[in-house]
């Protein structure tokens, strides 16, 4: 074997001992701290001292652009431009913080973007050229979501600015997310990686909805390898706080733009190692627990260039679904986890079929355009509570060149029929029908809010071919497509006035069992449940910023 080819190899064998070993099982939790050691606990802000603070402005919800309008091409709003208030716009509905919640004498803040355990280990970027408002020089800039600010990181010349851009259409800007490990791992120990990378996925959906409101498109810059993104995000510098590693670069561009296909020069990228760096990285924690976090990192280091992607040879037909009047911005920011389902309230079965719909990939529609592959993953649903359908196991078949691989390797299904009801739009089919609550809440961990919802999921991928495939530097692609499709469950639930959770805790083999799935071709990577949320009534809400 080559060197290279036998060090890929070496890496795809570590991503699949990683991902065994990080699986929970019914005897034994993956390896983690066991307990919440409090001197220890991550400060959830990472700040740069030092670093220029340019404020943004914080936007009430407004009624227009609808949720809706926003997935149907023909409805996007016209491209805003890019401007002060537009970018702030851009962060506040997609990464800044969108309440404060306190209890008996402590208060923490929730964010737009969810994150497993609240502890949100990804870290925003702008990298952009001059923005009427926001500064005359080219800049790279980290997101502070506390303040809802930017902090100038550094600045550089027009003519780097051109050389980056060039193959861009005009008032391209770029949005980076990078992730601070330790911040998942100081509570979840090694299946910490797994959640952080849920939660880039959860990010790249709430940026791209986000974007989509102001008549915006993001496009993940897939050939950039892990060194060009720590380069151009300023994190390749050395420094004694905890490191944040690279994830992705998408460039935002108006939606009507063809998607770019080319990407950024290495020699503009190369010269982001002479910038003069400002401001010094914050230490969250004083003591850490290596959890090897730094290992799967190096594992799925990621080459420059882009994969031989598989085609997405038979893409779910258009379905016109109905114009809500639902404010895009008010779903946004009210979106919100439910801590327990009431164990009641029905989904009409209109309602669910349109909302799984919207977790397709159909082409052009967002989230999933910011993604150059096809889709990977599939939704094994287990449906309690949806009128005039059967309780029992459903399966989403998110491309259906897969159909008949998922026929074979779903040993358990008893049958393959279509729903009553159904649209051919959706390729959705009962597999089992009964009573599956049991099931959905032993395999989510014990926890009830899988059973007590309308329904749960499992979020099937198919794991060893692609990153056999394209490399190891696969492997967090499939958790951001989940994170992604999670985003969406969370707005479409908050858009149809119910609510839903992610779970990152689920027994992993137990659930492939329960499918009947042997072979480690087909893994399960996320959960999720959509249900009737119950309120917490010993919680006090106060508002994200003083001013809005
Ligand atoms: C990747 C991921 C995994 C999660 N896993 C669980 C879980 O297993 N159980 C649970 O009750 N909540 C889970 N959550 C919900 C988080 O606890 C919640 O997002 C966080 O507390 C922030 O609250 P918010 O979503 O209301 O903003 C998960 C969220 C994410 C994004």
């Known amino acids: 074997?080559?060197?290279?080819?036998?060090?890929?190899?070496?890496?795809?064998r570590q991503v699949f001992a990683y991902h065994q070993a990080t699986k929970h099982q019914f005897r034994a939790y993956a390896r983690g701290p066991g307990y919440l050691d409090w001197a220890t606990q991550p400060d959830p802000f990472r700040r740069y001292a030092g670093a220029r603070l340019i404020a943004l402005e914080t936007i009430p919800p407004t009624a227009e652009p609808l949720y809706d309008a926003v997935f149907s091409q023909g409805q996007m709003p016209t491209p805003?431009?890019?401007?002060?208030?537009?970018?702030?716009q851009l962060f506040y509905d997609s990464l800044a913080l969108s309440a404060w919640k306190s209890a008996a004498g402590t208060r923490w803040a929730l964010r737009v973007?969810?994150?497993?355990?609240?502890?949100h280990p990804t870290e925003g970027y702008l990298l952009c050229g001059p923005v009427d408002g926001l500064g005359d020089q080219p800049m790279v800039c980290h997101y502070a979501p506390r303040e809802h600010g930017l902090e100038v990181r550094a600045e550089f010349?027009?003519?780097?600015?051109?050389?980056?851009?060039?193959?861009f259409p005009e008032h391209t800007f770029f949005v980076g997310l990078t992730s601070i490990h330790w911040r998942e791992a100081?509570?979840?120990?090694?299946?910490?990686?797994?959640?952080?990378?849920?939660?880039?996925?959860?990010?790249?959906?709430?940026?791209s909805i986000a974007a989509g409101g102001l008549g915006w498109q993001m496009r993940l810059l897939d050939d950039l390898g892990s060194d060009e993104l720590a380069l151009l995000l300023g994190t390749f510098q050395e420094h004694p706080a905890e490191p944040e590693a690279p994830d992705l670069l998408l460039a935002c561009v108006p939606a009507h733009q063809a998607p770019q296909a080319s990407g950024l020069p290495a020699d503009a990228v190369r010269s982001f190692t002479t910038l003069a760096w400002q401001g010094t990285a914050n230490r969250l924690s004083p003591s850490h627990l290596d959890w090897g976090m730094q290992d799967i990192a190096a594992a799925v280091h990621k080459p420059h260039?882009?994969?031989?992607?598989?085609?997405?040879?038979?893409?779910?037909?258009?379905?016109?679904?109905e114009t809500r009047p639902v404010s895009l911005r008010q779903v946004i920011r009210e979106r919100r986890s439910a801590v327990a389902m009431d164990g009641?309230?029905?989904?009409?079965?209109?309602?669910?079929?349109?909302?799984?719909?919207?977790?397709?990939?159909v082409p052009g529609a967002l989230p999933f355009r910011a993604l150059p592959w096809k889709p990977h993953l599939h939704l094994a649903i287990f449906v309690h509570r949806v009128d005039d359908l059967p309780s029992g196991l459903y399966l989403l078949v998110r491309d259906a060149a897969q159909t008949e691989?998922?026929?074979k390797a779903l040993t358990q299904a008893d049958r393959w029929q279509t729903p009553r009801g159904c649209p051919e739009q959706l390729p959705l089919y009962c597999l089992i029908e009964a009573d599956v609550r049991a099931a959905a809440r032993e395999i989510s961990c014990h926890q009830d809010i899988a059973s007590d919802s309308c329904f749960s999921l499992a979020m099937i991928a198919e794991y060893e071919r692609p990153l056999e495939r394209y490399g190891p530097w696969f492997y967090p692609c499939l958790y951001w497509e989940a994170g992604m499709i999670g985003q969406l469950l969370y707005l479409e639930a908050e858009a149809a006035g119910i609510r839903s959770t992610g779970i990152g805790c689920f027994f992993d083999d137990p659930t492939h069992e329960v499918l009947g799935l042997s072979a480690p071709n087909f893994q399960d990577l996320y959960h999720f449940t959509v249900g009737g949320p119950v309120e917490d009534t010993r919680l006090t809400t106060l508002p994200a910023y003083a001013d809005g």
Request: aromatic share 12%; proline share 6%; hydrophobic share 40%.
């Open 344 to 361: 009641q309230t029905r989904l009409s079965r209109d309602n669910f079929y349109h909302l799984l719909y919207r977790c397709l990939a």
């Open 405 to 407: 691989a998922l026929q």
């Open 80 to 88: 805003a431009p890019v401007n002060l208030l537009s970018v702030s």
């Open 305 to 321: 260039g882009t994969g031989e992607y598989a085609p997405f040879t038979e893409p779910p037909a258009a379905w016109a679904l």
């Open 1 to 12: 074997m080559m060197p290279d080819t036998a060090h890929r190899a070496d890496r795809l």
């Open 113 to 119: 973007n969810p994150s497993s355990g609240n502890l």
């Open 157 to 167: 010349g027009l003519a780097l600015w051109k050389a980056l851009s060039s193959s």
């Open 186 to 207: 100081w509570k979840y120990g090694e299946r910490a990686y797994r959640y952080c990378m849920h939660d880039v996925g959860h990010a790249i959906g709430a940026l």
